[in-house]
């Protein structure tokens, strides 16, 4: 640290309270890493455990004063490398920032950013009500993560993303002006839609520091049917046969591969000689759901499933839903992990899962796959042996040639985890050079000295 960025800092911790900042380098190792335990991670030179959106404004007042840049983090569970350290910046962490409130006649909760995805969840089960957006790691994940990168779940094939939720955000911006935008109104087209433009914006726009969420009446009883199929093309096909017939709350898919990571990690009598499974739920209303399940079956059946299970207990229903969220754990064992996040029209599904194989067998590297299938939004999982560069070699360019298929087939990059730092190299293949440039200068507008989230997608 150079003795500028030494006094600096020294200045930030005398502005804040006891605790909030913290420099010692053993805390700091926390803040160096997200989920993708990316190597290029560097150690901050300070992280700042902000307890109020006044301590945010102070922070990024200094931070523009001295011209420091600033990385948002929430629970740290990204999986683009988005909350990563940077070198000669500080992390600006809203962990320490958990409220909850839940409002039953508007229907709606406001939260600050560092709750749990769950405790969202629970606060408003014990009122009655829902919060839909469930990513994987819902346990573990912040509501201002998931707002940052717009996260979508297992149920967002029906039910939708983050921003679905949204209505309202108290934003503090680089210069630490406090903005309040929307609020508890379902409906609101007062002047820009500013509000969206936060909403997966990656803490490079600004800091979100409060956050007005929809919820919605309980979710009806649920029935669910797991389908095996001999080859995941099959499983892909039946996706897109589903398409046309139901409106399934849920649709999984887990290839061969991740079937058995997950057997291997923790057994629960999955098929390991399945070429894919497909994990379908139906929530629909009364004897409706009876049709839709037949619908489902049928669908399943005609697309060559070799299996198809249908039940309506709820606690063997959720045996399958846990394995399919515990996918990206069961492979922490087997090495390191790139995760990627590619998306593409569901038509397209087949021809992306047929080249995720090929990229797997070219670069001669395991790639294990999941997917919110009903919306063609897959994860696949590149494992490697960190202790072997060439290993890591191919890993990476088996990464970058996912995101390409994908581009090439009509798709994105990311569905729901971000750009992040890991993926900024392909965003302008996806956007082209024109809408890249907009970014930019809508970046441009709201940091012009550049110290939100330095280094990540814009």
């Known amino acids: ?24 380098p053993a805390a700091l190792e926390k803040y160096r890493h997200d989920w993708t335990h990316d190597a290029s991670a560097d150690t901050p030179l300070a992280a700042v455990r902000a307890e109020d959106a006044g301590q945010v404004q102070q922070t990024l007042r200094w931070a523009t004063a001295h011209g420091i840049g600033v990385v948002p983090r929430g629970a740290g569970t990204s999986l683009s490398g988005g909350s990563m350290g940077v ?16 409002d039953t006649a508007a229907r709606v909760a406001v939260v600050e950013p560092g709750a749990l995805n769950v405790a969202v969840k629970n606060a408003a089960v014990a009122e009655g009500l829902w919060y839909p957006p469930d990513p994987s790691s819902f346990e573990i994940c912040s509501i201002g993560g998931n707002i940052a990168t717009n996260a979508g779940g ?42 969206k433009l ?21 979710q009806a009883p649920r029935s669910t049917v797991i389908a095996f199929f001999p080859t995941v093309a099959d ?20 290839d061969r591969a991740s079937i058995n990571a997950v057997e291997d990690f923790q057994p629960m009598g999955l098929d390991r000689d399945s070429g894919a499974l497909l994990l379908i739920q139906s929530d629909a209303p009364g004897a409706s759901r009876e049709e839709e399940v037949a619908a489902i079956v049928a669908a399943c059946e005609v697309t060559g499933a070799k299996e198809v299970v249908a039940t309506d207990d709820p606690d063997e229903a959720e045996m399958f839903v846990q394995a399919r969220r515990v996918h990206f754990t069961a492979l922490e064992p087997r090495g390191a992990v790139l995760p990627e996040d590619v998306g593409v029209p569901v038509p397209q599904l087949p021809a992306l899962l047929a080249e995720v194989e090929a ?35 191919r890993a990476r360019l088996a990464f970058d040639d996912i995101m390409r298929a994908a581009i090439d087939l009509g798709g994105t990059i990311t569905g729901e985890h971000g750009v992040g730092r890991l993926k900024k190299g392909s ?13 930019r200068r809508v970046k441009a507008a709201l940091d012009p000295d550049g110290i939100l989230n330095p280094g990540s997608f814009v």
Do not use: W
Not at 1 to 24: F, H, I, K, N, W
Not at 235 to 251: D, F, N, P, Q, Y
């Open 359 to 393: 990229i797997a067998q070219r670069h001669e590297v395991e790639i294990p796959v999941v997917a919110h299938a009903g919306d063609g939004n897959t994860h696949p999982a590149i494992v490697y042996d960190p202790t072997d560069p060439d290993s890591e070699r």
């Open 198 to 218: 936060f909403v997966g914006s990656e803490g490079t726009l600004g800091i979100v520091t409060r956050a007005i969420l929809r919820l919605v009446p309980a």
């Open 87 to 102: 070198d000669g910046t500080v992390v600006l962490s809203l962990e320490r920032m958990r409220a909850v409130e839940i």
């Open 235 to 254: 499983a892909a096909a039946a996706v897109i046969e589903l398409g046309r017939t139901v409106r399934a709350s849920m649709v999984e898919l887990m």
């Open 154 to 195: 297992l149920c967002c094939v029906k039910y939708g993303v983050t921003t679905d939720y949204v209505l309202g955000l108290d934003v503090v911006l680089a210069d630490g002006t406090l903005v309040t935008l929307g609020g508890k109104r379902v409906k609101d087209v007062a002047g820009l839609s500013l509000l």
């Open 1 to 24: 640290m150079t003795t500028d960025a030494v006094a600096a800092v020294a200045e930030l911790v005398q502005a804040l309270p006891q605790g909030v900042v913290t420099t010692d």
């Open 427 to 439: 965003l302008e293949a996806q956007l082209g050079p024109d809408v890249m440039a907009l970014n």
